[in-house]
């Protein structure tokens, strides 16, 4: 009799168990797929900035449209006292996925007094730009900008360098694998976007947009800068190191400061002097 409510109870038992293993097992694939179907909106957060798009572009730029049937926008600054004859070397400023390229206009601005022209490529569904964003739309549309940007006489595109802010980077190494700058800045850079994934408890595999820099780093040779800011929360300083360490010709600084803003402006000026003694030397001649 024992016998028999034993084997009754180890029967119940593995009913049990293998009911909640299949409730987590569902649990999970459930989970999964909406990490999968909602990923966009968190990779590329444009509902946090498309609210209060400026209606035209600034008067102070030219503008360039790429990206076919999406009418993708790109800002162009010429550098001061550029001309035919005495062209500017460029920075291509890569924005931040919760920016515009209206955010960056200071900054690029500051760059074109110093001589440089400045291109800052959207990202397609930002701002004023049509169609969806996605890691090889963009590639493919900031390649182009680049390339309608370098064919102008006033800019020397031999001498090109990108400049990227969080998500910005990524694109950087990746416009980078197909054409190769004279030197890149990294402002806070993840090592990659699907190694993220995990901590929303999802395999790096789904991601449709990996970005992978820490791959791209392992391919390129040009001088960077990498910049990373010892508090920040989102893409935490250790993912700077360990671009650093796979990099061949890396320079690493770390600031005080979170993701999004540096503590004080010692710091700020510290960051952009650091910067600007940076494209002096690799892109400016001398």
Same mark, same amino acid.
């Given at each position: ?9 180890? %029967? ?7 009911? =909640?293993? #299949? ?35 600034? *008067? ?11 009418? *993708? ?9 550029? /001309?035919? /004859?005495?062209?500017?070397?460029? =920075? ?15 900054? @690029? ?6 001589? #440089? ?5 959207? #990202?397609?569904? #930002?701002?004023? %730009?049509?169609? /969806? ?11 182009? &900008? ?6 102008? &006489?006033?800019?020397? !595109? ?6 990227? $802010? ?6 950087? &190494?990746? *416009? ?8 890149? *800045? ?20 789904? =991601? ?7 791959? &791209?780093? @392992? ?10 800011? @010892?508090?920040?929360? $989102? ?7 360990? +671009? ?12 005080? !400061? ?7 402006? %010692? ?16 892109? +400016?001649?001398?």
């Amino acid at each position: 009799m024992n016998d028999k409510n034993d084997r009754k109870k180890r %029967s119940r038992n593995r009913s049990l168990a293998g009911s =909640i293993l #299949y409730i987590l097992v569902i649990t999970c694939l459930v989970w999964w797929f909406l990490v999968s179907y909602f990923q966009e909106r968190f990779i590329f957060p444009r509902f946090l900035v498309n609210a209060n798009v400026p209606a035209t572009a600034p *008067v102070d730029v030219d503008v360039l449209i790429v990206g076919g049937d999406a009418k *993708v926008e790109a800002f162009l600054l010429p550098g001061a006292g550029s /001309s035919s /004859s005495n062209p500017a070397p460029m =920075i291509v400023i890569l924005h931040g996925n919760a920016e515009l390229i209206d955010d960056r206009l200071d900054m @690029a601005r500051r760059f074109a007094s110093l001589g #440089y022209a400045v291109l800052l490529p959207e #990202y397609r569904g #930002y701002g004023r %730009s049509g169609g /969806s964003p996605g890691q090889e739309v963009i590639r493919e549309d900031v390649l182009e &900008a680049i390339e309608r940007a370098t064919a102008r &006489a006033d800019v020397d !595109g031999d001498r090109v360098g990108y400049y990227g $802010v969080s998500i910005g980077t990524a694109v950087a &190494a990746d *416009v980078a694998l197909r054409r190769s700058p004279a030197c890149m *800045v990294f402002i806070v850079p993840p090592a990659s976007i699907s190694g993220f994934a995990w901590s929303f408890g999802a395999p790096p595999f789904l =991601i449709r947009h990996p970005f992978r820099t820490d791959l &791209a780093l @392992a391919e390129l040779s040009m001088p960077i800068l990498i910049c990373s800011n @010892a508090q920040d929360e $989102v893409v935490p300083a250790e993912q700077a190191r360990s +671009l650093h360490e796979i990099a061949d010709n890396s320079t690493l600084l770390e600031f005080e !400061g979170r993701h999004n803003f540096l503590f004080d402006e %010692s710091e700020e000026d510290r960051r952009r002097t650091s910067i600007e003694e940076f494209c002096s030397k690799h892109l +400016l001649p001398p």
